[in-house]
Nanobody, 122 residues
Framework: QVQLVESGGGLVQPGGSLRLSCVAS????????MSWYRQAPGKERELVARITSAGGSTNYVDFVKGRFTISRDNARNTVYLQLNSLKPEDTAVYYC???????????????WGQGTQVTVSS
């Protein structure tokens, strides 16, 4: 089945940076658009960014635009999220998600991985 393994989170001071990685398997990664979500304590999971299958187009929610960058390396089945100028309100568990994971004619329901914790604190 679809597998997503996030990594790269940690504790960082306000204004700091992190690069999150998500290694995908169980579907054809190179044809799948990918997304990053986050869930802060006591809040619902929210969409952060999306990237098309070839990486030619990206989209961001307004509150991270200019600070976060989504990218991908299809040869490594990996999608990244570069986090810059981090703020305490960015503290959350960050998850990647395939928009519509497919392998040939078979498509699967998107599923969440474990996520990676980002904590922004002084």
């Amino acid at each position: 089945q679809v597998q997503l393994v996030e990594s790269g989170g940690g504790l960082v001071q306000p204004g700091g940076s992190l690069r999150l990685s998500c290694v995908a398997s169980g579907f054809t990664f190179s044809t799948s658009a990918m997304s990053w979500y986050r869930q802060a304590p006591g809040k619902e999971r929210e969409l952060v960014a999306r990237i098309t299958s070839a990486g030619g187009s990206t989209n961001y929610v307004d509150f991270v635009k200019g600070r976060f960058t989504i990218s991908r390396d299809n040869a490594r089945n990996t999608v990244y999220l570069q986090l810059n100028s981090l703020k305490p309100e960015d503290t959350a568990v960050y998850y990647c998600l395939a928009v519509r994971p497919c392998s040939g004619l078979v498509c699967y329901t998107p599923s969440w991985g474990q996520g990676t914790q980002v904590t922004v604190s002084s």
